[in-house]
Nanobody
Framework: VQLQASGGGLVQAGGSLRLSCAAS????????MGWFRQAPGKERAFVAT???????LYADSVKGRFTISRDNAKNTVYLQMNSLKPEDTAVYYC???????????????????WGQGTLVTVSS
């Protein structure tokens, strides 16, 4: 299983970025997908999750600004980030866990596979 995250970069506050996470070795439609982020000196934090059935959950800090989605044909999950703030600066990671549950997974230890991370820097 491999997850390849991309799309990070430097953006001004108020701008937008779209992160991608291309999966191989699994079919994402059967998995819960998650995005996490880790800022310097901080623990890895939950950002958003998309269940296998299409339900979404967001961290309060990104609700209304970020959108998680997937393209099953491309086996890729996305994180559209709008109205970016300097506090969104972090390395962003995608992750997957196999589940047919309706539960949301918000803890990093609940996930089985991780991408390598992509750096997002938001300047003020």
């Amino acid at each position: 299983v491999q997850l390849q995250a991309s799309g990070g970069g430097l953006v001004q506050a108020g701008g937008s970025l779209r992160l991608s996470c291309a999966a191989s070795g699994l079919t994402i439609s059967s998995y819960h997908m998650g995005w996490f982020r880790q800022a310097p000196g901080k623990e890895r934090a939950f950002v958003a999750t998309l269940t296998w059935s299409g339900d979404r959950l967001y961290a309060d800090s990104v609700k209304g600004r970020f959108t998680i989605s997937r393209d099953n044909a491309k086996n890729t999950v996305y994180l559209q980030m709008n109205s970016l703030k300097p506090e969104d600066t972090a390395v962003y990671y995608c992750a997957v866990v196999y589940s047919r549950s309706s539960s949301y997974y918000r803890n990093p230890y609940e996930y089985d596979y991780w991408g390598q991370g992509t750096l997002v820097t938001v300047s003020s």
